[in-house]
């Protein structure tokens, strides 16, 4: 079992910056990739970013590239999304979540967090 949870959500005004973080606990060793998804009312749940435990290879949706950055601090068991330049459309539910392989897609993931709101104002 893996627990997840995330922090640092809040409301911000666009041009802001933000930091989430996503705490993981329990059998971490045993999912390689953590990733991002953002969830608005009423659309899917989409990818953001994720990042490798052992290499710190990255990959970041095309709507963030450049504005967010996600990072790990493997002695904390800890992942981090930087988001600057924010923009109203980054407004949704921010998802922690864990798998086995490198993967854009949610149902690759089987473990999740709670999820953070992050609301951005224009």
């Known amino acids: 079992q893996v627990q997840l949870v995330e922090s640092g959500g809040g409301l911000v005004q666009a041009g802001g910056s933000l930091r989430l973080s996503c705490a993981a606990s329990g059998r971490t060793f045993s999912r390689n990739t953590m990733g991002w998804f953002r969830q608005a009312p009423g659309k899917e749940r989409t990818f953001v970013s994720f990042?490798?435990?052992?290499?710190?290879?990255?990959e970041y949706a095309d709507s963030v590239k450049g504005r967010f950055t996600i990072s790990r601090d493997n002695a904390k068991n800890t992942v981090y999304l930087q988001m600057n330049n924010v923009k109203p459309e980054d407004t949704a539910i921010y998802y922690c979540?864990?798998?086995?392989?490198?993967?854009?897609?949610?149902?690759?993931?089987?473990?999740w967090g709670q999820g953070t709101q992050v609301t951005v104002s224009s």
């Open positions: 979540a864990a798998a086995i392989v490198t993967s854009r897609l949610p149902r690759a993931y089987d473990y």
């Open positions: 990042i490798t435990w052992s290499t710190g290879r990255t």
